[in-house]
């Protein structure tokens, strides 16, 4: 589009499409179902109604949708605070705490310092 502040925002091609998309849906389902059968006519004239209104009201939507949009600031993005980004979690759970035996030094998962498993008695009993 263009380098404009509001730049993509400004196209009214997709709002019209969504639209243009529900009044043709508003218009085949109130064509079937408001003829009560089989034995009355198609209802042409209440289905150009819901179409016309389903048309609207769906572009009057999304124009308020795209009116309130409002970029973030950028301080929100940083990801310092509770909400961190994943990238820097993930970063901060391969490293190893201070004070923590590196993954060598480790004994096996489920075993002691002494060789038996934890709340067995030692080696010896």
Do not use: W
Not at 30 to 49: E, M, P, Q
Not at 64 to 69: F, I, K, N, P
């Amino acid at each position: 589009m263009s380098d404009t502040p509001r730049g993509p925002r400004v196209g009214i091609k997709g709002p019209l499409m969504f639209s243009a998309f529900f009044g043709v849906v508003a218009f085949v389902t109130v064509l079937i179902f408001a003829s009560g059968g089989t034995g009355h006519g198609l209802r042409f004239d209440l289905a150009f109604s819901a179409a016309g209104i389903a048309f609207i009201v769906c572009l009057v939507i999304a124009a308020m949708l795209s009116m309130s949009y409002k970029e973030n600031a950028e301080h929100l993005g940083r990801g310092d605070g509770v909400n961190l980004r994943s990238e820097d979690r993930l970063k901060r759970a391969q490293r190893p705490a201070k004070g923590a035996p590196a993954a060598d030094d480790a004994a096996e998962p489920g075993h002691e310092a002494d060789g038996g498993t934890p709340g067995s008695p030692g080696p010896e009993a």
